[in-house]
């Protein structure tokens, strides 16, 4: 059983930059972050597996950068140039087998969430 706790949420303004982290209380294959937003679903925006290899939503490259300490077991999601539309509740997931941001499915385990806010 693996336990994630995320912190690093918060309010910022269009533009501005936050910094997810994710300590897991062991070692895993893949790392990601999910986020939904009020009335929709969840939707996968980034991942990482423990060699390194990234997967971002399209809506998120350019600004978004996922990067995890193997050594600390911590996952990471640098947010710049925020907008709007990516204030959400963002999930830090992980699984054992397979590393995708296209479906929750190979993820067993879940963190309890943390609120991002972009205002205009």
């Known amino acids: 059983q693996v336990q994630l706790v995320e912190s690093g949420g918060g309010s910022v303004q269009t533009g501005g930059s936050l910094r997810l982290s994710c300590a897991a209380s062991?070692?895993?294959?893949?790392m990601a972050w999910f986020r939904q937003a009020t009335g929709k679903g969840r939707e996968g925006v980034a991942a990482?597996?423990?060699?390194?290899?990234?997967f971002l939503a399209d809506s998120v490259k350019g600004r978004f950068t996922i990067s995890r300490d193997n050594a600390k077991n911590t996952l990471y999601l640098q947010m710049n140039s925020l907008k709007p539309e990516d204030t959400a509740v963002y999930y830090c997931?992980?699984?054992?087998?397979?590393?995708?941001?296209?479906?929750?499915?190979?993820?067993?385990?879940w963190g309890q969430g943390t609120q991002v806010t972009v205002s205009s």
């Open positions: 062991g070692a895993i294959y893949c």
């Open positions: 990482i597996t423990r060699g390194g290899t990234t």
């Open positions: 997931a992980a699984a054992q087998l397979s590393c995708t941001i296209a479906t929750v499915t190979p993820y067993n385990y």
